[in-house]
């Protein structure tokens, strides 16, 4: 079907997604051109599998940028040899090492241990001008929302979409409400946009913005420097968003402008034309709007496990007397067993172990120097057992390293590290110990993330900072700086000091222009063309997939709220390369405890209990299930466990995207139903009947119980028929490729990507599997 964009006014979101819109199909189902796709360790190996199985190649290795950043150690790299002596971790190791195969296979561009640029994913996007506003950026990490601050819409994806975007430069996507938060007058000093996001999510709670993309807009929003704004977007995920985004404007323009990937000369002005005509218009229509006064805003840190258990810092820590709904008290009492907390103690009497200061959400280099700021002249508090630092890139290290923050840091008493996710997640030697309290300028509290049994605890840098000075939490407005004769912290980056940061840092060979001469489009509209096409591929994914029709089995119950993914499945299963063997895994926080000699031994968790053990059919009471992290290990580990449908209230959105990828059926249905009809069924280990074709539910003996439950017409064609997306997708190549003409006149400035990096060694292709051979050889 053509695709004609509303006339009327649009807002931000409206424009970037319509300018992407490769074809709409006759549901409202849409596939979406992507400009600039990040591929790191984690998610990747089994996508690149899928490709080599099926015979495909990576279309577009221009718009593909790869580098390790999960995995690897952050200690000292001076005496880095090979990733065989480095890398300790077995599991790790052979992650790392998969990637750097199959970039090299696939000829796509890379960052690795031994190269200068290498960092967390959604550092080296911004910091090479590989992101640029008003494009649309992917990443296998649900942090992609990141790169929204550009004005460009960034969101995580799963593996298997992973796999669609390497194949087609395509994804399918449903069109998402439109929410904006607008923040009002100015931040007090001292005030950062940590602060300010971990307000709103406390706010608005973590399902606040499900199947939403938040434009953050507002006097204080457009007074935030681009790495406060990456900040601030960073988090609109764990709001529950579909992706956060902040209109380009002259800091955007000012940031972009001489990074080595970004357009130059007349490519730079007709550019930012175009970029200036991206903001909302006025009297356009928002599905829902929240306004904040930013003077209402005050530190604010976490003392939960989730990122909305948020409170200002002169607070304390909540009872869950003054709770009423059942299922948030439970909820809070849970948090306060796990955190090691006493309802009403005063958040700043609580004593820290450990700092960690770094991760996309607050490694970059303005985080670096609020931190600094704080640190001078004092030493860690006696109890401080450990505080690292870790940049996020190794260029925001050599920065760093040139103002002499590192001497800071470590004269006080902290490690300074190399660039790396670290003490985020703890998928590398940097974890916390059991029970360790951690004051963390990351983005995830949730139990067990960053060591099982830890305690984080999430700031901004400069509140951890102070923390590990003070040896507890304290209020950033009154601790005592001890820099003040060099002039107050900083906590913002003026243009004058990127552009100084840019030249000491990102001394890059100027890129060529891009070779492709804008093609003559005729017409700016999209033609629709007849899905055939002759040169469609027909082998099958890896991942194909049985046909769902009905499903009778044994049913569940899971009486949670807010279950992220790293409760379905931690963090120490996501180091395998494939997808298959993670029953083991699955709630394993919860089905298992260690004994005496570290065995794991079962836990009363309901599905180590018969029936339950044989469950097919979760039914879980409370929302978002599957908030947080896109790793698509959970799906795969409830369906290695025997699950094939969940029924919820709500979900996190690349969770509930991923499960249908998988042949997993979650299925939306209103909370009171749930636990009218479902529930007294699943407590007593009966049998429910899901019914795809008709869209009911039955129980054992044939009753209805719930008439009609919603599904994307799109969605429920692939599972009825088994469909593979990729497959389908291809057969729309006449539609993708008509878009890549429209998009090198158009969007010229967008051609070149990252084949424009330069390189010392040019990874070479094993095999030619391509036609982008020529592409390759041009580097
Ligand atoms: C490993 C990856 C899938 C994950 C994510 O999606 O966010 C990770 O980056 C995280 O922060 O939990
Ligand atoms: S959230 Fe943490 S683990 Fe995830 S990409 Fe960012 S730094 Fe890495």
């Given amino acids: 079907m053509v695709y004609t964009p509303s006339k009327g ?66 200690e000292s790299r001076k005496n880095f040899k090979s990733l065989d002596t480095f890398i300790k971790q077995n599991d790790s190791r052979l992650q790392v090492k998969t990637l750097e195969n199959n970039v090299k296979q696939f000829g796509v561009p890379y960052f690795g241990m031994s190269e200068a640029r290498q960092g967390i994913v959604h550092t080296i996007g911004p910091e090479e001008g590989f992101t640029l506003p008003g494009t649309t950026v992917v990443c296998g990490d649900s942090h992609t929302s990141t790169h929204g601050a550009f004005g460009s819409l960034a969101f995580g994806i799963g593996t298997s979409e992973v796999e669609h975007v390497l194949a087609t430069q395509t994804i399918i996507q449903a069109k998402s409400k439109n929410m904006r938060i607008t923040v009002n007058g100015k931040l007090s000093a001292g005030i950062t946009s940590k602060d300010l996001i971990l307000y709103i999510i406390g706010l608005i709670g973590t399902a606040g913005g499900t199947g939403s993309v938040i434009e953050f807009a507002g006097e204080a929003i457009e007074a935030l420097s681009m790495e406060a704004r990456m900040s601030m977007c960073n988090m609109a995920i764990e709001a529950g968003a579909r992706a956060g985004m902040i209109k380009p404007d002259e800091i955007t323009f000012q940031y972009t402008k001489g990074r080595p990937l970004a357009p130059k000369g007349a490519e730079w002005e007709k550019a930012v034309a175009y970029w200036k005509t991206l903001g909302t218009d006025k009297d356009a229509k928002f599905d829902h709007e929240i306004e904040i006064e930013a003077i209402d805003v005050i530190p604010t840190i976490t003392w939960g496990t989730s990122p909305q258990d948020a409170l200002p810092i002169t607070g304390a820590v909540p009872d869950p007397k003054n709770v009423n709904d059942p299922i948030k008290k439970s909820g809070m009492e849970r948090a306060l067993t796990y955190m090691g907390l006493k309802a009403n103690t005063p958040l700043m009497s609580i004593k820290v172990d450990k700092v960690f200061i770094g991760s996309c959400t607050n490694g970059r280099i303005e985080d670096l120097r609020s931190a600094a700021a704080v640190v001078k002249g004092h030493k860690l508090a006696d109890n401080i057992k450990l505080a690292m630092v870790v940049p996020g890139s190794g260029l925001v290290k050599k920065q760093a390293e040139a103002e002499g923050l590192h001497n800071i840091f470590q004269e006080a008493g902290f490690e300074w590290r190399e660039a790396g996710c670290s003490m985020c997640l703890g998928m590398n030697p940097d974890i916390l110990n059991a029970y360790e309290r951690c004051a963390s300028t990351s983005n995830r509290n949730f139990e067990g993330r960053q060591g099982a049994l830890s305690r984080t605890h999430l700031m901004s840098p400069a509140m951890a900072a102070a923390a590990g000075i003070s040896g507890h939490f304290i209020d950033i407005r009154e601790f005592e700086y001890k820099s003040q004769d060099e002039g107050s912290p900083k906590l913002e980056v003026t243009s004058e000091d990127e552009r100084e940061l840019e030249s000491a840092a990102y001394d890059h060979v100027e890129p060529a222009q891009p070779e492709d001469a804008p093609q003559d489009v005729a017409n700016d509209e999209l033609k629709d063309i007849p899905t055939k096409s002759n040169d469609a591929p027909t082998k099958p994914s890896s991942s194909s997939m049985k046909p769902f029709l009905t499903l009778e089995g044994i049913s569940a119950p899971l009486d949670k709220a807010n279950v992220d993914t790293d409760a379905i499945i931690p963090k120490q299963f996501l180091k395998t390369i494939k997808r298959t063997g993670l029953k ?196």
Avoid: M
């Fill in 584 to 779: 083991k895994g699955l709630f394993y926080e919860w089905r298992f405890h260690k004994d005496d000699q570290g065995k794991d031994q079962e836990t009363d968790f309901v599905l180590n209990v018969e029936p339950w053990r044989k469950a097919e059919i979760l039914i879980v009471t409370g929302d978002n299930f599957g908030c947080g992290s896109s790793r698509e290990h959970a799906p795969w580990a409830l369906k290695d466990f025997g699950i094939k449908s969940i029924i919820a209230p709500s979900y996190g959105d690349i969770f509930y995207n991923n499960s249908f990828k998988n042949g997993l059926l979650p299925i939306r249905l209103d909370q009171q139903i749930i636990i009218d009809k479902l529930i007294p069924i699943a407590n007593k280990g009966g049998k429910l009947c899901v019914d795809l074709p008709n869209q009911r539910i039955l129980d054992s003996n044939g009753n209805v119980l719930v008439d009609h439950f919603e599904i994307e017409p799109f969605r429920k064609h692939c599972l009825v028929n088994g469909l593979d997306d990729i497959g389908i997708t291809l057969q729309k190549e006449q539609f993708i490729s008509k878009y890549e003409a429209l998009r090198r006149d158009k969007y010229s400035f967008l051609e070149g990507g990252s084949k424009l990096l330069k390189f010392d060694n040019i990874p070479k292709r094993k095999a030619a599997v391509t036609t982008f051979d020529t592409v390759h050889q041009d580097w």
């Fill in 9 to 74: 006014p649009r807002t931000l979101y409206d424009k970037v997604f319509d300018a992407h819109v490769v074809h709409q199909d006759e549901n409202d189902s849409f596939l979406l051109y992507i400009d600039r796709h990040l591929v790191h360790e984690v998610t990747s190996p089994q996508a690149f599998e899928g490709l080599e199985n099926a015979g495909r190649n990576v279309r577009r290795i221009d718009c593909t940028l790869a580098t390790v950043d999960h995995n690897i150690p952050t």
